[in-house]
């Protein structure tokens, strides 16, 4: 029989060796389940996991796609970390575009140069005033940040539609419900010509140096891990608890919000009603995917948003449906997380029968 | 001992390579296939699996390969949102070699002017906005036709004067297709109004159907929906209520309750359409078509619908094909009662285009 | 119907549908996090259970049959999670969020043969008697069995923690797994058994909305309602009885806006829909000061893997 025995120090050899394991597992499965649905195996990986990247355009779109999710993902995990549970990173960012683009929008007429850092602060102040709700609440009224931030994600939503079918939409746009196009001066310069790839993808990897540091170098980040582990023993540090909470949950407003302004002030260039497909929530699994440390995080943000452009790929060369890209994404993750065993348990041999 | 590592590295490499050329060699065959068929490739916003608006898209697809077999190739991506991800998956599709690639929501206006450019020689249809290029098109059908011709069957059979209307979000054309709606019901019914209920979702059987119960228990006789899923006819179906369809025939949801429903027909357009770019014939269009042209269709009429008002609904049909009867002509009152379009007047398609007001006879106001 | 039926009957019978599956998925949550297990993946389970149930209900024609599939199809679910976090101590907010990926595309890949197909629902049964009570009657006796069965569920929870040994054990381990491991209860078998409970009643939760509630099967039927099941589930501070109440008032107000619309209210629609979201918080807001009740019941080891020789 096989049993799991504790290690006792986390094996540095499986935190590498694991996701390889649960690679080989996907694939494995992933034979099975194209061999179910009738496609070639060779192609269907083919799709998945290398026609999205084979090109330069490829890998600037991974860039594109990986960059909300892994500076939201890298503030999450400062969070989780000290047990403040915001699952409401999808109305902070969701709020920042609003923010930033209502900026955007106000100076439509302005071609200057401050125009882009104003619209970043406006995003990251607009996710920040979301974050502060659940804050606010939890530390002043004791509600549960896990019920206010989620509905807070709803309202959010919510309000950019009506300001989108209102006060927003592009006066000379027929009345449908989006904003005008933003101009130059308030779009992110590009850092490669030919693509999308912006300087979010930069900040973001600039934000997961500054968290690094954050967790690991400063006696803030250590008072978060011992909050984390002994609520009350984090108090020593000199940093109450609300402190706390209130630190995480507005780093994480803020890195939300930005990346909700990189999004509109990027790629899509306006306000839309819908402006994420969700990054919001994606991050968090990406967090935990990455073991909530902020170098695993950009690991886990670029497997994710592979996942999702593969699954688009797939559904472009091999003609599968989207359902089965879900199917597969499950099945990458499970096999991704499970593997994660190896690194605090070794598997040993154990004979029924014979007493230990 | 030594030996083996590179033996087995060896190997290896050998699978790689072959692997590799096998790639390459099931890439290039689709490509370079002999009688090279036209490729055309869908983006979708909901599911295919929605059963609504998206499904209806899909049926056209599938009307191409049942028309043209062997000489077309179609590809669809399905639940594309209309933020970041609409550009990637355009672009993807027109580097992909379809030669032509309809993008099936208002969303992705912009994505597909900008992907145009990038590929002039790849040709594009773009549903329901309103910006062009040489070689991207747009089209939409005028399903404010087919609300005129239900409007009129709800005043004639409404016995409570109080029609529910199921809205999903206020932008024109959902406006437009109330109006429309409200106007020909006044014509043969000045008692009747309409109440309206926002879901904000397109999709949500649950909600449909509460918005359904709410306007029966309000005392509406007569649902009607502008929304994609047959749960609001399922209740009208429960609670002994009649009702209209939308986008395909949900009779088999209610068989009882269902009296017709408008029907989103692309078939036809889409074969047309695919047809130009194999012959060579395809230009930039703005095709904005109705009854007249099939795009706005009819489920046969259910069992509770009298002779008389099956007479007048066809007689609303065929005054619209002839041009005879125009369901924006005037005299037309706003809610305030103030003539905003002139008897004899017709509205012309900038105004409808960008509808926001609400028109006499409608309950409630339209948020601005 | 009869002719007492005054509006607020006919609204109250609308709330009680629209809280149903928010009740039967809840209440699942409830004693899955009551052993010290979180799992997120409530609205995959729940589109599992829609999805599977529906099919075995179309194919065989019986009601019976479709939630008992629903049913079974939640808990398959709900092993492969229980299987990686509590075997294999995978992260359980990570897992349950890709349990929520896999049930989607899993159930819109199984369904897609079902999509179009009419079903009649679920039917009503009045209980005899009961149901001639003036007004009440027809508000409470005359529902679909699932109804009345979401309620005994309630109850019976309620029960079962509260004054069972079974209850209570599972309360201990999701307390203390260490101290309930010690005294010599199985600690993963619990959480087993718990995290296969939820499965059911989540499934049960996808069984009413595509069988009863809108009865058909579509993509995504379920839209978020599991999220919100969990979220009444700590607006509940893990009590069965303010469950219910969490979702009747969720639901209640979901009905109210529609009722304000129809009405004509001049506002706009999205912040008409804001309501329900708004409510609940403000309600959590006024419910959540008593600091000791709350921590009295919420389950000290929630989230956290457990291993016996730790």
């Known amino acids: 029989m096989i049993s799991l025995q ?11 060796l694991a996701p390889l394991l649960a690679l080989l597992l996907t694939v494995l499965a992933g034979l099975v389940l194209f061999a179910l649905l009738g496609v070639p195996v060779g192609q269907g990986f083919y799709a998945f996991f290398i026609e999205p990247v084979s090109s330069v355009y490829g890998l600037s779109e991974l860039g594109v796609k990986a960059a909300p999710l892994i500076m939201i993902a890298v503030a999450l995990s400062v969070g989780y970390r000290s047990n403040v549970w915001n699952i409401g990173a999808e109305g902070q960012l969701i709020l920042g575009g609003i923010c930033g683009g209502a900026v955007a929008l106000y100076f439509y007429e302005v071609d200057a140069w401050y125009v882009l850092p104003l619209m970043m602060l406006s995003g990251v102040l607009g996710g920040m005033l979301w974050a502060a709700i659940p804050a606010l609440l939890r530390t002043r009224f004791n509600a549960n940040e896990i019920l206010t931030s989620l509905m807070l994600t709803y309202i959010a939503a919510l309000l950019l539609s009506l300001l989108v079918h209102g006060p927003l939409r592009d006066p000379d746009g027929f009345n449908f419900p989006e904003s005008r196009l933003f101009h ?54 000199g940093f109450t608890q609300n402190r706390l909470i209130w630190f995480s949950l507005l780093y994480c407003g803020a890195c939300a919000g930005l990346a909700g302004l990189f999004e509109v ?26 073991r909530l440390h902020p170098v695993g995080v950009v690991f886990a943000g670029l497997v994710m948003a592979l996942s999702y452009l593969g699954g688009e790929s797939a559904q472009i060369s091999l003609n599968l449906p989207v359902a089965v890209t879900g199917v597969f994404q499950g099945m990458l993750l499970f096999f991704l997380l499970a593997a994660d065993v190896l690194i605090h348990y070794r598997l040993v041999w154990r004979r029924t029968g014979v007493a230990a | 001992m030594f030996a083996l590592p590179s033996l087995k590295a060896t190997r290896i490499r050998k699978t790689v390579v072959v692997l590799a050329a096998t790639l390459v060699s099931l890439g290039s065959l689709s490509a370079f296939a002999d009688d090279h068929p036209t490729k055309v490739g869908f983006v979708y916003v909901g599911p295919v699996g929605d059963h609504g608006w998206t499904y209806r898209h899909d049926v056209g697809r599938l009307a191409i390969e049942a028309e043209f077999g062997d000489k077309v190739e179609t590809t669809f991506v399905e639940s594309v949102g209309e933020g970041a991800d609409a550009e990637r998956v355009i ?70 004067n109080i029609i529910g209307y199921i809205a999903s979000f206020p932008i024109p054309e959902v406006v437009r297709g109330i109006n429309a709606f409200t106007i020909a019901m006044r014509k043969v019914n000045p008692d009747a109004e309409v109440r309206v209920v926002w879901v904000n979702s397109w999709y949500d059987p649950g909600k449909e159907g509460d918005a359904a119960k709410t306007l029966i228990d309000q005392g509406a006789d007569i649902i009607t929906q502008h929304t994609d899923s047959p749960a609001p006819l399922q209740i009208a179906q429960e609670r002994g209520v009649i009702g209209f369809g939308q986008a395909s025939d949900m009779s088999a949801f209610a068989p009882d309750a269902q009296l017709t429903s408008i029907i989103d027909d692309w078939n036809q357009y889409y074969i047309d359409r695919t047809k130009a770019v194999m012959d060579g014939t395809w230009e930039s269009v703005d095709v904005w078509h109705g009854i007249d042209s099939g795009l706005v269709g009819f489920a046969e009429y259910g069992p509770a619908v009298s002779e008389d008002v099956k007479a007048a609904a066809e007689v609303i049909k065929e005054g619209i094909i002839d041009g005879s009867i125009h369901p924006f002509q005037g005299p037309i009152n706003n809610q305030a009662g103030e003539e905003v379009v002139a008897e004899g007047e017709i509205l012309d398609d900038g105004v409808l285009l960008g509808m926001d007001y609400y028109v006499e006879g409608v309950q409630g106001s339209l948020p601005k | 119907m009869s002719a007492d039926n005054s509006m607020l009957v006919l609204i109250g019978l609308s709330v009680i549908t629209a809280a149903t599956p928010l009740v039967y998925a809840a209440i699942g949550e409830l004693v899955v996090e009551k052993s010290g297990v979180l799992n997120l993946g ?18 065989s024609g019986s009601a019976l049959l479709g939630v008992l599939a629903g049913m079974l199809s939640g808990m398959l679910l709900s092993l492969l999670f229980a299987f990686l976090t509590l075997h294999l101590r995978s992260s359980q907010v990570a897992t349950g969020l890709a349990l929520t990926l896999f049930g989607i595309g899993l159930s819109a890949l199984l369904g897609q043969p079902l999509i179009g197909v009419a079903y009649e629902g679920i039917p009503t049964y009045a209980i005899p008697v009961l149901r001639d009570i003036p007004v009440l009657g027809t508000l409470l006796f005359e529902h679909d069995l699932m109804v009345y069965g979401s309620i005994l569920l309630v109850v019976a929870v309620s029960f ?50 595509s069988m009863a509630y809108a009865p058909m099967w579509a993509e995504n039927l379920s839209a978020g309602r599991g999220w919100i099941a969990l979220a009444l589930v700590v607006f509940a501070t893990w009590q069965p009885s303010r469950l219910l109440f969490g979702a009747y008032l969720f639901g ?59």
Request: charged share 15%; glycine share 12%.
């Open chain 1, 6 to 16: 504790p290690r006792q120090q986390p094996s540095k050899l499986m935190g590498l």
């Open chain 1, 184 to 237: 130059a001066a308030a779009t992110l310069p590009n850092i490669m010509q030919g693509t999308r790839l912006h300087i979010g993808a930069l900040v973001a990897l600039l934000l997961v140096v500054v968290t690094w540091v954050l967790l690991s170098r400063t006696l803030l980040g250590f008072a978060l891990k011992v909050n984390g582990q002994a609520p009350r023993a984090g108090q020593y540090a």
């Open chain 1, 265 to 290: 002030a990027g790629p899509i260039g306006q306000l839309l009603p819908t402006i994420s497909p969700g990054y919001g929530f994606t991050a968090i699994i990406v967090a935990f995917l990455g």
């Open chain 2, 91 to 160: 672009r993807k599709l027109a580097a992909d070699g379809n030669d032509l690639i309809f993008t099936t929501s208002f969303g992705y206006m912009n994505p597909t002017i900008k992907v145009a450019k990038m590929f002039p020689d790849v040709k594009f249809e773009h549903a329901t906005g309103y910006k062009r290029a040489d070689n991207v098109s747009t089209y939409s059908a005028r399903f404010y036709e087919g609300r005129a011709v239900i409007g009129t069957m709800a005043g004639m059979m409404t016995k409570s």
């Open chain 3, 42 to 59: 409530v609205e995959g389970m729940m589109l599992g259970g829609a999805v599977g149930g529906f099919a075995v209900a179309h194919l």
């Open chain 3, 160 to 209: 079962f923690l509260r004054s069972t040994r079974a209850g209570l054990i599972l309360r201990a381990v999701g307390d203390s797994p260490e101290a309930a491991h010690a005294l010599g209860y199985r600690v993963i078998l619990v959480r087993y058994l718990a995290t296969l409970f939820g499965g059911a009643c989540a499934g049960l939760s996808g069984c009413y909305l």
């Open chain 3, 252 to 310: 209640g107000i979901t009905i109210l806006q529609l009722h304000a619309q129809a009405i004509g209210i001049n506002v706009p629609s999205q912040l008409m829909s804001m309501l329900p979201y708004i409510a609940t918080i403000i309600v959590l807001v006024l419910i959540s000061r008593d600091r000791g009740r709350i921590r009295k019941n919420a389950p000290a080891s929630i989230g956290q893997a457990f291993h016996p020789t730790k």
